[in-house]
């Protein structure tokens, strides 16, 4: 088949296209994966499907209920929004660490999860705030929790013609807090070894009456740590509970041997990042009470 | 399959090309429009050199389709100066010698510009971490970022 270049204006014509050209086809929003891939020969599709002409894609919505990010919004329009980085500020400093200056002004937090790195610094952020995606396709919309949205490295839950449209952050209440910490071995530029993202809750007492903990690069996908989050649960963020909730992240994590670290490495970093994330995430929480 | 035709904005000046439907707006900037200040570096995002804006971001036109930019607004090295003055932060880049081989020089330029229309009061931090897209083999980095916070020093004065 020849190269094409298709510009949909509604969902519907975008998820037509993908479903006519099948595998031939590929969603293309900031390219700062996809085009890289098609360089390297790893990917090579025909027909590229430019997300961006589609409002809903690019929309962004602060609402007194959710938060609702379009797919293709790029993470520097993102960070530029005062609300968004005060509602959500672990989510919007893990958006902030994927690539340079002029990567953040094409990647988005959709392509992140559609690229389905394990490492991908956005996901754990988003899982620990229990995003979840709205993915359209031929017969229609469903929704996806973002913590089953990957189903190993590179891929994904979608369906022939299906397409990620946006992701639906609830709105985290003022006595809430997030974080994302991601560890890599120089200041800027990289992937991570580990990363961890965290959100929770605490009551006027301090204590902690919800949370999620969620683990990146350490597992082929990222890995929803109900361990670690329970062991927060009921009592305030005390010495004891960073130790829990450290040792269940370590329990948890389950890395491989690679050129970033071992795994025995790996598993320690789990640890002490995940308490370093608890403990900006329940500062955080308690500014908000 | 017949050349995709694109109507664009390129510093400011209407422009029309032709493209194949996967050409990056880097290749159709240096060969379809002649404009050859955008350099072409690693091709995969890592390095700088083809910066450009799209709509005023920044951005790595190698990872830009050129069919892309069918109604937007582009902005490269070539549009920077004014005519023969160059913009302050290409002037201290020469005051501060920001530069040896040249071959990033076009991207920190672009790039060091559009920080400043954000930022006109950068840290030294702030600098180095706006230019952390930007790779630079000759100069070790240090003359760049002086460079640039005299420039800024100087559009604030």
Known sequence: MQAGFEQPRTIEEATALLQKHGDAARPFAGGTDLLVQMRGGMRSPDILVDLKRIPELGQLEIGSDEIVIGAACSTASLRENAELVRLLPGLLEAAELIGSEQIQGRSSIGGNLCNASPAADSVPALVANSAVCSVAGPDGRRDVPAAEFSTGPGSTVLGSGELLVSLRVPRPAPDAGDAYLRFIPRSEMDIAVVGVGVALTLDADGTCTAARVALGAVGPTVIDATTAATALLGGPIDTAALERVSEAAREAARPIDDKRGTAAYRKHVAGVLTRRTVEIAARRAAEGN | ?157
């Open chain 2, 1 to 157: 399959m017949a050349k995709l035709h694109v109507e664009t904005s390129v510093n400011g000046e209407p422009t029309e090309f032709l493209c194949e439907p996967h050409t990056t707006l880097l290749d159709a900037l240096r060969n379809d429009i002649g404009l050859t200040g955008t350099k072409e570096g690693c091709a995969t995002g890592d390095c700088g050199a083809c910066s450009v804006t799209l709509n005023g971001r920044l951005v790595c036109s190698c990872l830009v389709l050129a069919a892309e930019v069918s109604g937007q607004e582009v902005g490269t090295v070539e549009g920077v100066a004014d005519a023969e003055t160059l913009h302050p932060v290409q002037q201290k880049l020469l005051e501060h010698a920001g530069l040896q081989c040249g071959i990033c020089t076009p991207g920190v330029v672009v790039a060091a510009k559009a920080l400043l229309e954000r930022d006109p009061n950068p840290s030294e931090r702030d600098v180095r971490f706006w230019l952390a897209g930007n790779l630079c083999r000759c100069t070790g980095y240090d003359k760049i970022i002086r460079a640039v916070l005299d420039a800024a020093t100087e559009m604030r004065a």
